[in-house]
């Protein structure tokens, strides 16, 4: 054990340890660029076209993950309440939305609405009200059983988790276990020439990139340039002492709880409109929130935006350029960067201890 | 905080009667009991045990035992089963896949443990749990090894035979391992390593600078708790014959969660108590007029009311109540079990 210890700590092994790292971290590079056997595109080099398309879907996937992931962070940054329900909040937005565009809309046909009978409206409005009914949910939440439970993080975490189970079935009672989709107004739904390499991008996509830009410079301006933000960043770091200030951090709070869950009913929306809700979709949405956040670190908001690029180029470039035989095992890529992050930096990239 | 300390809170005389209940059970209830509700009781105990044994112990609250669980009977229905279904299909005999499943489920074990066991409390909870969801994921996209509809016709031991046909004896299987695990666990808690993993619950600073190594104790604590949680993956292979990744998708791993949690996360005993809330919940609620359906929803308010009621779970109850039996034998006496101290905490010590 001693000598294994030692051994652990050398400057050998430290040595090896960088050099592995930077084999793990050159290797997929050099074959996306270069090698590329055997998979459907073949490399950058020789097919730029689907290179770009694959980096643009990664990006775009990548806004998403942060839109979600961000509302995640805030919550715990402020207050240490990991909302193991986020997922569920996320599937409720969606549902609320759905409801709402086909209230407005009517219900379609069998496969629902197409996007040439929505307009910018009936899309929008869903968005709100799909935020709106998290926010209320994630409050109402907040409010009844976690602001009683303050310091204890695992009951509150085992809070939210029961909170989840309780959702997920009402969800199936009421939405129905089939797969279904909000649908994009048609002023998104078309493709655009982005006179690079002849791709013809799909708009929403892009949309989903605005969005995710949009809210990510929205969250830095209001944490960093108004009252409430800066009361937010000092809580972060103290919150007795805010609290010894005369500032009422129960609002501040309530206001972070607000805004985090807000922002995991706007991610399902997108996420509905850009695939679709289903009852399972709560478990994947929980987990890449909660990759993005470990890989970037608990409570910081450049983190979220670092670990969601990760995550988002990761799985994105491990579907598109794994040998065709291989595309199953992509998901193992999730868990090697994960991995990585972890046995460098416990913390993740951004962590600070508590 | 740091006091909790995982205490016997049942006195020998009801656990010599449990027992007895347990051995003689096959005489007393019907075949439905055994082969469904009380197998399924005592192997989702095993499970549950060793998520106890790592918070208990260890201060380490772990989501990823049902994807060890999991893996473990991915592990057996990849080895022995023989064509017509998904997976390998390599075809051993039963009893020589065993120690491979094992030695597979240990050794990811161990490689989760490394990963996970640098971080505390609630991030040790997130990391555990995402390596849970993503070995949901891996056996529902992997077609070589499961995919979703997963693998059927996993065939039990020649001394359990057909299991629809001697229920009794796989529970018998289940009622020994479980008791050994049982033991094995209050024997570890006592050994040098049990003592330093305790230490380390308490106050992992001063252990490190007393010279111990923090990170290998947990690391070698959860691969010891995987070679636990695969003893009961390997029992659910036989006693259901099909394995597929909803076996080990979210809602598995919040249940084995749900049954700790009931049970009381410092109690070893309550792995099996909790189980068996969990398991008579599962198959009777339906029977409720008003819950038909919504078993779940009436499980997640359970765990929702003992999580706020009783952090302990039920043996959290059961030790406040002995406590004030106690009491009210000796007046004036002021109570000294364990539990007292345990009420209203839950927190691994970070």
Do not use: C
């Not at chain 2, 016997?8 to 007895?20: E, K, N, P």
Request: glycine share 14%; no cysteine; hydrophobic share 55%.
């Amino acid at each position: 054990m001693t000598d294994f210890a030692t051994f652990a700590s050398s400057r050998t092994a430290r040595l090896v340890g960088r050099g592995l790292l930077v084999v793990l971290i050159a290797f997929p590079v050099i074959w996306v660029l270069f090698i590329a056997n055997g998979t459907s595109f073949g490399s950058a080099v020789s097919d730029p076209k689907d290179f770009l398309i694959t980096l643009l879907n990664g990006l775009t996937a990548a806004a998403l993950y942060f839109v979600v992931a961000s509302g995640f962070t805030l919550i715990f940054g402020l207050m240490r309440v990991v909302n193991m329900a986020h997922g569920a909040f996320f599937l409720f937005g969606g549902y609320i939305a759905l409801k709402v565009q086909r209230g407005q809309v009517g219900e379609g046909g069998s496969f629902g609405l197409s996007s040439s009978q929505v307009g910018l409206f009936q899309w929008v409005l869903p968005l709100i009200a799909g935020a709106a009914a998290v926010a209320g949910l994630g409050l109402l939440m907040q409010q009844l059983f976690i602001r009683w439970n303050q310091g204890q993080e695992l009951r509150q975490a085992l809070i939210t988790i029961a909170v989840s189970i309780i959702m997920a079935d009402q969800m199936l009672a009421h939405f129905g276990g089939v797969a279904q989709d909000i649908a994009w107004p048609g002023t998104f739904d078309k493709f655009v020439n982005l006179h690079v390499a002849g791709v013809q991008y799909t708009l929403t996509r892009l949309v989903i990139a605005g969005i995710g830009l949009a809210i990510g410079l929205g969250l830095w301006l209001w944490l960093k340039k108004t009252r409430t933000g800066m009361v937010i960043r000092a809580g972060v770091d103290d919150r007795a002492m805010v609290s010894a200030m005369g500032i009422n951090i129960q609002l501040t709070f309530a206001i972070a709880f607000l805004v985090g869950s807000a922002l995991a009913g706007v991610g399902g929306v997108i996420g509905g409109s850009f695939a679709s809700l289903a009852p399972g979709v709560d478990a994947n949405w929980l987990l890449n929130s909660l990759v993005v956040v470990i890989i970037g670190g608990m409570g910081s908001l450049g983190g979220a935006a670092i670990g969601a690029l990760l995550l988002g180029l990761t799985t994105n470039f491990a579907a598109a350029y794994l040998p065709a035989d291989y595309t199953f095992y992509s998901i193992i890529f999730t868990f090697v960067l994960l991995a990585i992050v972890l046995a460098v930096r416990p913390l993740g990239l951004y962590g600070r201890p508590a | 905080m740091s006091a909790r300390r995982p205490t016997a809170s049942l006195d020998r005389g009801t656990a010599a009667v449990l027992v007895a209940i347990a051995i003689l059970a096959p005489l007393i209830f019907n075949t439905y009991w055994i082969g469904t509700l009380l197998t399924q009781m005592l192997f989702l105990g095993i499970v549950a045990a060793s998520l106890i044994f790592l918070s208990a112990y260890g201060g380490m609250v772990s989501l990823a035992q049902v994807a060890l669980y999991g893996i473990a009977g991915f592990a057996i229905g990849n080895l022995t089963t023989n064509g017509n279904t998904k997976g390998l299909n390599l075809g051993w005999t039963p009893l020589a896949a065993i120690p491979v499943a094992l030695a597979i489920t240990i050794g990811l074990g161990l490689l989760f443990g490394a990963l996970s066991s640098r971080s505390v409390g609630i991030y040790f909870l997130m990391i555990t749990l995402t390596f849970s969801v993503i070995a949901n994921l891996f056996f529902g996209q992997v077609t070589s090894l499961s995919g979703f509809g997963g693998i059927s016709g996993i065939p039990a031991p020649g001394f359990i035979g057909n299991v629809d046909h001697h229920p009794d004896r796989l529970y018998y299987l289940a009622l020994v391992l479980a008791l050994l695990v049982y033991a094995l666990l209050r024997y570890i808690a006592r050994t040098p390593f049990g003592l330093t993993l305790q230490g380390i619950r308490d106050d992992p600073v001063r252990m490190s600078s007393l010279g111990y190594n923090v990170t290998l104790h947990r690391t070698l604590a959860f691969g010891f708790a995987s070679f636990i949680a695969a003893i009961g993956g390997v029992l659910f292979a036989y006693w259901n014959g099909h394995i597929d990744p909803a076996t080990i998708g979210l809602g598995a791993t919040i249940d084995v969660l749900v049954v700790a949690v009931i049970g009381g996360l410092s109690r070893l005993e309550g792995a099996w108590l909790g189980a068996l809330v969990f398991v008579l919940i599962n198959n009777y609620a339906q029977r409720i007029g008003f819950v038909s359906d919504r078993f779940h929803t009436l499980i997640g308010v359970v765990f929702l009311v003992i999580v706020l009621l009783s952090p302990d779970g039920l043996m959290g109850l059961w030790g406040r109540l002995g406590d004030l039996r106690r009491r009210g034998e000796r007046p004036g006496q002021a109570p000294t079990g364990g539990s007292e101290r345990g009420s209203g905490e839950l927190e691994p010590t970070v």
